[in-house]
Every structure is written in C-alpha cells, then in structure tokens.
C-alpha cells in the first residue's frame, strides 16, 4: 500500500495566478498521476508523472497551462497556472502500482476567484 | 477513450440490490471499482483482472467479461453506507481512465 500526502488541501486564488500542488508518497513508485475532478464530475486524467523524464499529458492538457515536476520516486508537483474560475476543480494526486488499487491523496480543494 | 456506465443514478430502499454496468469500446487489461463520497477521496471497492483474478472487500461481488469488454457491480442487501457515487476505472498500464460515475442513493 502507498500512503499519499498532497498538500495544500484546499486554496482560493487570484485568477491569472499560479498554484503549485505538492504531492509525496511513502514508498518508492515508477509512476504517478494527476487528476482532475470538476465539480459533480469524473475523475479526469491530466497527465503521467514519470521520474526522469518528461510528463505525458492526455488530450486537452498541455505542459504551459500544468506544469509537472518529478524530481525523485516518491515526490512530484502540479502547478496549475495563469488560473481561471473554470480551473476551480479538486486536483488528486495518484499512485498505481501493478494490479492493485489506486491510492489517492486527499485532494486538494481549489477555487479561483 | 472513457468507459461507460449505466445507470447514471439509483435510488433504493434500504435492503434492496442494485447492479452497476460498465463497459469499454477497448481491450481491457483491468477494470477498478471506487465509491465516492461528497468531500473525500475515493475508495477502493475491487479490481478485476485479466484471467479472472479479483482483489477487493469481501461483501462486494464484481464480474469482468473480458470477451464483452464489460464488468459488473453487485450491491446486495444495501446499507444506508453504500450510498455515494461509484465509479469504474479501465487500466492500461497503472493509468486509470474512469467513467462518468453512477451515483446511488439509498432511501431508509
């Protein structure tokens, strides 16, 4: 199992500002993963954390808008910038390992006035 | 390319059982099974593997038709507890793309 600390676990910021989403796991993990969830909506994936190398982002993502840090196997961060009110989401930080279940930080509460 | 779910929502009597519905246009790998509560994080109900294998809490039941590509959420004898919304999550390589969610209410 994974423990997942996320922080900060919620925020209201200026739009046009940036906000960057800590994320550090208890263990070693190859791959880490961020998502988005909208209010009363899905989980949506924004990207794959890979350690030394660059983040693969899913289709309407891109690197500008969240950039993503993975400096170690236990740590990364997402920074969500130049915000908007429509980026008022929960943003959750995940961990994967093979055939297991999904572990999950708390989330972090955002909203952008 | 995002699983479907059916229904979108349930309401139930307490004691009564209900049946979620998954299934994906893609070759599935594994299929996860999450409740959501309002506010948290959610959490792990069961995961179904490729081969038959399963892995979750003991008063959940699932089944996986690899062949359909679809699985199966059984909640029987529904507590007030189960409430929430539920979400089924198709794996490819550790990434997890989930569907729209169902969400279940249960009426005492």
């Known amino acids: 199992s994974a423990v997942i600390s996320q922080k900060p676990s919620r925020d209201i910021c200026q739009r046009g500002t940036s906000l960057t989403i800590q994320c550090q796991v208890d263990s070693q993990v190859t791959m880490m993963f961020w998502y988005r969830q909208q209010p009363g909506q899905s989980l949506t994936l924004i990207a794959t954390?890979?350690?030394?190398?660059?983040?693969?982002?899913e289709s309407g993502f891109v690197i500008d808008k969240f950039p993503i840090s993975r400096p170690n196997l236990t740590f990364s961060t997402l920074t969500v910038s130049n915000m908007s009110p429509e980026d008022s989401s929960i943003y959750l930080c995940t961990v994967v390992e093979m055939n297991t279940e999904a572990f999950f930080g708390q989330g972090t509460r955002l909203t952008v006035v | 390319q995002q699983p479907v779910q059916s229904p979108q929502a349930v309401i139930l009597r307490e004691g009564e059982d209900a049946v979620i519905n998954c299934s994906s246009s893609k070759a599935l790998y594994s299929v996860h099974w999450y409740r959501q509560k309002h506010g948290e994080a959610p959490v792990f109900l069961m995961i179904l593997l490729k081969g038959g294998e399963q892995k979750g809490h003991e008063k959940i039941s699932a089944s996986f038709n690899e062949k359909k590509q679809q699985s199966s959420l059984y909640l029987t004898a529904s507590q007030l507890s189960y409430s929430g919304t539920y979400f089924c999550g198709t794996e490819i390589y550790r990434k997890i793309i989930f569907g729209k969610g169902t969400r279940l209410h249960i009426l005492p």
């Open positions: 954390a890979n350690q030394g190398s660059e983040a693969t982002y």
